[in-house]
Each structure stands twice: as structure tokens, then as C-alpha cells.
């Protein structure tokens, strides 16, 4: 079982930014890439960028190539999503995740758990 801890969420204006902060404790052999899921109101999870946590690949959904960037520290056992350019349409409750494909893993199964922590993009 793996724990994971979200933080960083806030109200920002659109074009702002924000920086999620994500700490793990432990992950299954079976777990490929860390990273970012988000929620939105009425809809299913979907995978937004995740990092492989042996080779380091980056992954993002199209919707926020060019606007977000996955990083990690290992010594801190974190995982980070900094969020540019942040629109309206980012407005969602955002988790950690793992997934577990090693190619296209964003659309494949996946894991996320913790509380979550709210984007709200907003005038």
C-alpha cells in the first residue's frame, strides 16, 4: 500500500501558476510512473503528467503540454507538478498517482489516493 500526500492547491487567477507538492512513502513493483491525476465535478479521474520513477520519462496529457512540468526529488521521496499558464478548464481536485503501463501509461490503469488538494482558476 502506498501513501501519498497533496499539497499546494489554491485560488489562482488564469495565466497564474501554481506548484503541487506530492510525498510518497512507498510504491508496488507493479507501479511504472508517479505523477498527477485530476477530478473533475461529475466526471472520472484522468491522468494529467507523470514521471518514471526508474528511467525518469515524462509524460502529459495533451491538454497541458507546453503549460505543466513533472519533476521529482528522490532524496526527499517527492514528486512535483509545477502549473503554468493555468486555465479556467484546470479547475479540478488534484491527486497523486501511479501508473502502471510502461507505454502510454496516462490512459492505462491507474492508482491515486490522500485527500487531494483543489485548483481553482478563477477571475
Known amino acids: 500500500q502506498v501513501q501519498l500526500v497533496e499539497s499546494g492547491g489554491g485560488l489562482v487567477q488564469p495565466g497564474g501558476s501554481l506548484r503541487l507538492s506530492c510525498a510518497a512513502s512507498?510504491?508496488?513493483?507493479?507501479?511504472?510512473?508517479i505523477g498527477w491525476l485530476r477530478k473533475f465535478p461529475g466526471k472520472e479521474r484522468e491522468g494529467v503528467a507523470c514521471?518514471?520513477?526508474?528511467?525518469?520519462?515524462?509524460y502529459y496529457r495533451d491538454s497541458v503540454k507546453g503549460r505543466f512540468t513533472i519533476s521529482r526529488d528522490n532524496a526527499k521521496n517527492t514528486v512535483y507538478l509545477q502549473m503554468n499558464s493555468l486555465k479556467p478548464e484546470d479547475t479540478a481536485v488534484y491527486y497523486c498517482?501511479?501508473?502502471?503501463?510502461?507505454?502510454?501509461?496516462?490512459?492505462?490503469?491507474?492508482?491515486?489516493w490522500g485527500q487531494g488538494t483543489q485548483v481553482t482558476v478563477s477571475s
Open positions: 498517482g501511479a501508473f502502471y503501463r510502461t507505454y502510454d501509461p496516462l490512459n492505462g490503469d491507474n492508482d491515486n
Open positions: 512507498e510504491f508496488t513493483l507493479d507501479h511504472y510512473c
Open positions: 514521471i518514471g520513477r526508474f528511467d525518469s520519462s515524462t
